[in-house]
């Protein structure tokens, strides 16, 4: 009985499996973190270029379509003329490289302002069983053109 009194109070070597759980535990916090990061950037980097596209949009007008009102001058904008300088923009934008990129939506609700959505495939840099294959992420930017 003394004996395996002994044996249960020596705790040589407990501490291994310690360092071991917490080694995987941080390996995972760090993959989780690294994921999660690479989603964000990607999700703004996709904003930027939606971003961009809504303001091209904005601008696709010609000035005979400026109308006079008491509020000042306002353009009159249509959904087939931001279409297509929305795809005119993301032919030419640089950096424009994304996975599966798509246009949503491209036009006008309201005929003064433009409305791009656009959406794009995320696919973490490290593949775990924590984290996705991949996820499809969708952002929507509006645009308006004012005269000062």
């Known amino acids: 009985m003394t004996r395996l009194r002994e044996r249960l109070a020596d705790d040589s070597g407990s501490t291994m499996p310690l360092i071991i759980f917490f080694s995987f535990l941080c390996m995972v916090l760090i993959f989780l973190v690294v994921s999660a990061t690479s989603l964000y950037l990607e999700r703004k980097r996709l904003f930027t270029l939606a971003d961009g596209a809504a303001l091209v949009g904005a601008e696709a007008f010609a000035l005979d379509q400026v109308q006079l009102t008491p509020d000042g001058a ?17 032919a030419t934008a640089p950096g424009a490289r994304f996975d599966g990129l798509i246009v949503e939506q ?14 794009s495939w995320w696919h973490p840099p490290v593949v775990s069983l924590l984290t996705p294959e991949g996820l499809r992420i969708e952002v929507t930017s509006v645009g308006r053109s004012v005269f000062h």
């Open 106 to 119: 491209s036009g006008t609700l309201d005929g003064r302002s433009a409305t791009v959505t656009l959406s």
């Open 74 to 90: 306002r353009p009159e904008l249509h959904d087939a003329e931001v279409a297509a300088a929305v795809r005119s923009y993301l």
